[in-house]
């Protein structure tokens, strides 16, 4: 496939009381990338675990179910006078979704993985594209051990394959286990490399999928502090640059019933390219303009372009680096990285009593050259923020190209490799969702009137 459309989805989590309605929500994001014509969908991280609340039948489940439906944005009024009811209800009974979530993966693991890998494969059938499912805590089809896990669906809605996520955040222990290696998933859009949430900060996870074979990197989060979501929002554009292949990222946003601080979940989704093939050569074709608000973002991928610049860039990574060594390369680097000492001994310098300053620099030292140093280092610009042009001297001229993409005509944010639309609110606001996901009907049976 020369050029492709990919489509990446900002969520929010809510909590259903029944299977159909999340499925109504998360068709109104795949109708969105129909219009687009979208071949791949890619949802966030977490976002998955809502297929488990309808499961859930106990009193302090339903008590937090019933205070998510009243600080929804379409609540009546008394609805969301029932939620506030219902929402210090369950703070006096110290009613907790995670605590009911584990329980609920001891006893009915197996259905909970039913019913997900249902849903998913039918959304992935009907809407006819490769569907990148929202991660959940569920049980490894592979040895039935709890993991944050995604799913991946063709076209024909089969099962492409899994990847678990593998270094756990503190908000992952205690529900899941760690996945045991990454591994490219094979699709009719080429090869998908993922990685959920903290893995995308090692270098050698995005290095090891592309020595591997993929071709596009795709990264879930699912971040309950703004600094998590920088980083990891820094770690994809790192890999995407250190390896030259396409990139694209899906948060989750709004209330975290789940996590142990329950602070909301945050972050931009953003779909990227080698810098080079970007407008302004910071490696991001489209971003959210508002870590709160829901969304679908598009933009194409020109894959013969990216086969040019591996042949022509003044940074042949692809082309200098034998792949076929890379296995080999890797390995010494890292028997050298353990045979580095791992702390400073200060019994190995004299102390000041006993020898004079300078004998503090005369010290014997073993040299340090260039060729060992086991660090690559890979630096990417900051993605530009909204620049308030009021606090400028009257005096000083504006530069055009430090606007904004979002005040950017349209014409002028593609170029002869990309191709970029956006949906969705870009002024942010409070947590609420964008006008077009407001657009859309909620349920099948509005939409067919």
Known sequence: MERMTVACVQQRMRLYTTLDEYR???RRFLRVAQTKKAHLVVFPELAGNMVAPPLLRNVRAQLLIQA??????????????????????????????????????????????????????????EFSVVLVAPSAYLPDPADQVVRNLTAVFGTDGALLGTQAKVILHPEDEGLAQPGATWQPIAT????????????????????????????????????????????????????MQDNQLFGVASF????????????????KSAIFAPQELTPRYNGVLVEMGSPRSEGVLCA??????????????????????????AGQLLAKLYERLQELPRTFDPVALPEPADAPPSALLTTSLAPLRLDDLPVINTVTRRWSGTTRLSQRPAETPIDLSELPEQLVPAAEMGSKSTKVA????????????????????????????
């Open 24 to 26: 109504a929500d998360v």
């Open 68 to 125: 998510d439906r009243g600080r929804r944005k379409e609540a009546s009024l008394w609805q969301r006078a029932l939620g506030g009811l219902a929402r210090q209800s369950a703070l006096w009974l110290r009613a907790d979704l995670r605590h009911s979530l584990r329980g609920l993966l001891d006893v009915a693991g197996d259905d909970l993985w039913t019913r997900y890998a249902s849903l998913f494969s039918d959304l992935a059938r």
């Open 188 to 239: 009719p859009v080429g090869a998908l490399g993922l990685m959920i949430g903290g893995d995308v900060l090692y270098p050698e996870v995005g290095r090891v999928l592309a020595y591997q074979g993929a071709e596009i990197l795709v990264t879930l989060g699912g971040c309950a502090a703004p600094v998590l979501y920088q980083k990891v929002r820094s770690g994809i554009l790192a890999r």
């Open 252 to 267: 989750l946003v709004g209330p975290n019933d789940l996590g142990p601080q329950r602070e909301p979940y945050v972050g």
């Open 300 to 325: 194409e991928w020109d894959f013969v372009a990216l086969k040019r610049l591996w042949e022509t860039s003044d940074t042949p990574i692809r082309r200098q680096l034998p792949l076929a060594q």
């Open 422 to 449: 956006i949906y969705g609110r870009i002024s942010p606001g409070p947590d609420d969702e964008t006008d077009e996901m407001d657009a859309l009907p909620q349920h099948p049976e509005e939409h067919k009137r």
